[in-house]
Nanobody, 123 residues
Framework: KLQASGGGLVQAGGSLRLSCAAS????????MGWFRQAPGKEREFVAA????????YYADSEKDRFTISRDNAKNTMYLQLNSLKPEDTAVYFC??????????????????WGQGTQVTVSS
């Protein structure tokens, strides 16, 4: 099970830290990722991290503002969102799976999903 939290309402330029707590099984051999979905749009990739080794992947448009990390001891993944913009408003989902390199940035690469947490950025 994946439980996302940490969303909220923030002004443009502000920051949030999202958390994704994993339970019920080990994801030590998995990639964990963050995706987001704005109203009327498709779910899009934000960032991912290999649980073993910690290699990170980012969407090109977000790599300078967002930082993904994980805490192995707490079985939790984080997404630090900085310099938020109104266009970052979306439901943010965490996911886990064993994608191949070509599917790390695609929803098809993940088979476990959290329930999502709403991020709203006001202008």
């Amino acid at each position: 099970k994946l439980q996302a939290s940490g969303g909220g309402l923030v002004q443009a330029g502000g920051s949030l830290r999202l958390s994704c707590a994993a339970s019920g099984r080990t994801f030590s051999d998995s990639v964990m990722g963050w995706f987001r979905q704005a109203p009327g749009k498709e779910r899009e990739f934000v960032a991912a991290i290999r649980w073993s080794g910690g290699r990170k992947y980012y969407a090109d448009s977000e790599k300078d503002r967002f930082t993904i990390s994980r805490d192995n001891a707490k079985n939790t993944m984080y997404l630090q969102l900085n310099s938020l913009k109104p266009e970052d408003t979306a439901v943010y989902f965490c996911a886990a799976g064993r994608p191949i390199l070509s599917t790390i940035r695609r929803t098809v690469g993940y088979n476990y999903w959290g329930q999502g947490t709403q991020v709203t950025v006001s202008s």
